[in-house]
């Protein structure tokens, strides 16, 4: 009780130190100091830890289930495992707002220790903007949000145990995402500092451009983890699901891409000034708008978890505020930055990055029309639709093939102006490339011509992309990055196009086949676990080679609040997951046996790690000739 | 050249502003909207004046006349998607079997496709089903969740109200109530 008080104070002084900090920034601006004081970074420092305490008290409260505290109450249980209880700290309305200003606050921090080089004015202003973010979020924390609040009489239970959400990967899920998805913070208030500060230029690119990978970095890999839950705990075997929640994940780690490619020219030519701060605005924008959507119950998802219109009002209101601002900035130092000196040829590595910029901006806006027009619908028509994956199928699969043939030849262009070439090996590449796509297409036997062009077009890309390996210039990042998703896209596409399933009801000691597999139920067994009743299938499954595997699918009855969850069975190999649930029929005699060949599963997750670890060499690259 | 050049950019930046505030505008009566859902049950009486569409036939009809005629009705709140609603299909297949029930089943954010499979696996205890797409419909009735349970008398109003899967004793009240 003494503890979630303490955190509920450090939030408080938390909020003066912000104020403080803004005030003082905007006093040592107007004094025309030059001399960066190192009480702002002391101040930067406490309020850093102010927040850092209050989350640890939180973490603590959940620890020793102190039903004393609404949020613990809400959202934890004695009998949940220690490791739950600490995931359950921030997976919560509360206090995964107070994870927010963590990461909003740590990597202010972060950004005054990397940042020490730079212009005294830059620091200062990109202080400013930011503690403004900073403030408006403790306001929401403490006004609307707070997850400090007491309860009396304290019960002795608590209510949160929703089985779903006790999963490993969706533990570590959260903090991971909102490392990229918060990080994006600073890129936005460093880009308007640097509007004011005349700042946008080779240097300001270099320095910014650490803090855009490093979002980006975490917003994959949080993307991913949300992903692998998705495909093993909610038992549909599908890993997205276009659901308004993924969707506004996806959305600023589109711009993240866009604007990744934009810093590096901007680094290299000084062009595309305008636009890369446009994309930096447009990335956090799109990252509060997420927060919006998700934390304010206005869509209709499983995700959705408060349904508090003062909260949606708040945050939408200072995302206008926000917007408003940063457009203020633009307009008004837009031309004291902006003149573009350099000329841009058709053939050159610029107008390669510029054409990309163009489709991921594109598939941007297909996503978030997507996912806001059904609200506009509803609002001004008060008609109801929902939008499902062959809304997103129609609109992003035929631009896709373009978008990767400019993604193939471009890492080859050059800055300025390229002779380009049309030899022997072009020839020869995309003769392979054709075979390549003939062989797969003949292999798993659907003759389409559309998918055939899809795979001609990102087996271009892989080879394309591996043949840069020959380079003696090599960039290692975009290579590995470009590689990585070239994989990603021939994965997903053979995953949904060759998925084989079966659905069967059947009882212990029968037998299915599947794609040459016999699929054999042996048994069932029924164990009471502690807050559950386990139901668990045994399947042997017999391969072509008549090699024996085993699967264990499971059926959780939990008692309170009672609810039954399925837990998958899946086994993985190179070449294919083998998936399987079980679900109890009527007749207790009966199960419903859901049986599933997922092809290259594994391979979506290996390359998402390997997009990533593209992400990674580019962080710890020094000062090498940049190339992306 | 500038002041052209000015006037471009000032009607680019009052586009952009109208856009902006105009989103703000819809996303706040969003907002706002989802207080039209609350219950509309006055004095245990349901409100039954709105349309609602035939699961199989996809016929609108005004729920008004699915009330008539009978002197209990049960309104079963499922989706195919719903774990629980498996545990207590065998009870409603025995409400069925048992009493004088009007058995209407409201099919809750789900698949024709996959209500229908759901229908044949776990048997059809419905004489009237009813497509929830929205999930506004299940409000109206003033309904927590999937599935949910309500007997309603000829007078439409709510007798009883189950949250959750209907058990035994829940099935042995319903036939008590209804036997009478």
Redesign the interface.
């Given at each position: 009780m003494i503890i979630s008080q303490l955190g509920y104070y450090s939030l408080i002084f938390g909020l003066l130190t912000s104020v403080l900090i803004f005030f003082n920034s905007s006093i040592q601006l107007k004094k025309g100091n030059s001399v960066f004081l190192d009480k702002t970074t002391g101040l930067i420092g406490f309020q850093f830890f102010f927040v850092f305490i209050s989350f640890l008290s939180l973490i603590y409260s959940f620890i020793i289930s102190d039903f004393s505290n609404e949020t613990v109450y809400n959202n934890s249980h004695t009998t949940k495992p220690l490791f739950y209880k600490i995931t359950g700290t921030w997976g919560n309305h509360e206090g995964s707002l107070l994870l927010w200003l963590l990461v909003l606050t740590g990597v202010l921090l972060g950004f005054i220790f990397k940042s020490k080089n730079e212009p005294y004015k830059y620091r200062q202003l990109t202080i400013l903007f930011h503690q403004i973010i900073v403030i408006g979020f403790f306001v929401f924390v403490l006004k609307t949000s707070n997850p400090f609040n007491e309860i009396f009489p304290v019960a002795t239970e608590g209510l949160g145990l929703n089985p779903i959400l006790q999963d490993p990967a969706l533990g570590i899920h959260p903090p991971i995402l909102y490392l990229g998805y918060v990080g994006t913070s600073i890129i936005f208030s460093a880009a308007l500092a640097s509007m004011i500060s005349s700042y946008v230029n080779k240097s300001w690119a270099k320095e910014i451009k650490f803090w855009i990978l490093f979002s980006w970095i975490f917003l994959t890999g949080g993307i991913l983890l949300g992903s692998i839950w998705a495909y093993y705990e909610l038992g549909w075997g599908g890993f997205w699901f276009w659901d308004p929640v993924e969707n506004v994940s996806l959305m600023p780690w589109l711009s993240l891409t866009a604007l990744l490619h934009c810093i590096v020219t901007l680094e290299k030519r000084e062009i595309f000034k305008n636009w890369t701060v446009v994309l930096c605005i447009i990335t956090f924008a799109l990252s509060i708008a997420g927060t919006f959507l998700v934390r304010s119950g206005i869509l209709n998802s499983v995700h959705t978890f408060a349904n508090d219109p003062s909260r949606g009002i708040y945050i939408l209101t200072f995302l206008l505020v926000l917007v408003l601002l940063s457009l203020v900035v633009f307009v008004i130092y837009e031309n004291k930055n902006f003149v573009q000196k350099s000329e841009i040829f058709a053939l050159s590595k610029e107008t390669s990055i510029l054409i990309n910029n163009w489709f991921i901006l594109y598939f941007l806006s297909v996503v978030l029309i997507g996912t806001i027009f059904p609200i506009f619908l509803d609002v001004i028509l008060d008609e109801q639709i929902s939008v499902g994956p062959p809304f997103y199928n129609k609109l992003i699969l035929p631009f896709l093939v373009p978008f990767v043939l400019f993604m193939s030849i471009g890492p080859s262009m050059k800055w300025i102006k390229t002779n380009f070439k049309i030899g022997v090996k072009s020839f020869f590449f995309v003769m392979f490339t054709l075979i390549l796509s003939f062989i797969t297409i003949y292999y798993i036997g659907k003759k389409n011509i559309f998918l055939l062009i899809l795979f001609i077009g990102f087996f271009y890309l892989l080879l394309k992309s591996l043949d840069q390996l020959r380079h003696k210039n090599k960039n290692l990042a975009q290579v590995l990055s470009h590689t990585g998703f070239s994989l990603l896209l021939i994965s997903i596409l053979l995953n949904s196009i060759s998925t084989n399933e079966i659905i069967k009801n059947i009882q212990v000691g029968e037998s299915f086949i599947l794609k040459n597999e016999k699929i054999i139920f042996q048994k069932i067994v029924i164990e009471k676990e502690k807050n559950y009743e386990s139901i668990t299938g045994f399947f042997e499954i017999f391969d072509e080679t008549n090699k024996a595997i085993n699967l264990y699918p499971e059926i959780r009855i939990y008692n309170e609040p009672e609810m039954a969850t399925s837990e998958a069975s899946i086994k993985t190999t190179l070449l294919k997951d083998r998936f399987i649930t079980i679900n109890i029929i009527k007749d207790q005699n009966f199960f419903n046996v859901r049986y599933q060949h997922k092809p290259f599963m594994i391979w979506i997750w290996i390359s998402t790690l390997i997009i990533m670890l593209g992400g990674l060499f580019a962080i710890f690259r020094k000062n090498k000739k940049i190339n992306i | 050249m500038q002041f052209l050049e000015k006037i471009k950019?000032s009607i680019f930046?009052l586009i952009?502003?109208i856009l902006?505030?105009l989103s703000?505008f819809?996303?706040?009566?969003?907002?706002?909207?989802?207080?039209i859902y609350s219950p509309k049950i006055i004095d245990n009486q349901i409100f039954t004046d709105f349309e609602v569409i035939d699961l199989i036939e996809e016929k609108k009809i005004n729920f008004d006349e699915v009330l008539f005629g009978k002197n209990f009705y049960l309104i079963n709140i499922w989706s195919s998607w719903c774990?629980?609603c498996?545990?207590e299909?065998?009870k409603l297949?025995e409400l069925k079997n048992d009493t004088p029930i009007m058995m209407i089943g409201i099919n809750y954010?789900d698949k024709k496709k996959n209500a229908l499979n759901f229908l044949k696996?776990?048997?059809d205890p419905f004489d009237k089903i009813f497509i929830d797409?929205?999930?506004?419909i299940s409000i109206n009735f003033g309904a927590y969740g999937v599935p949910e349970t309500f007997l309603i008398s000829d007078e439409n109003k709510v007798l009883k109200k189950y949250i959750?899967?209907l058990n035994d004793d829940d099935v042995f009240e319903i036939k008590k109530i209804t036997n009478n």
């Open positions: - | 950019r930046s952009i502003l902006l505030i703000f819809v996303f706040k009566s969003a907002l706002q909207k989802e207080k774990e629980p498996k545990l299909s065998d297949l954010k696996l776990y048997g797409k929205q999930g506004t959750g899967p």
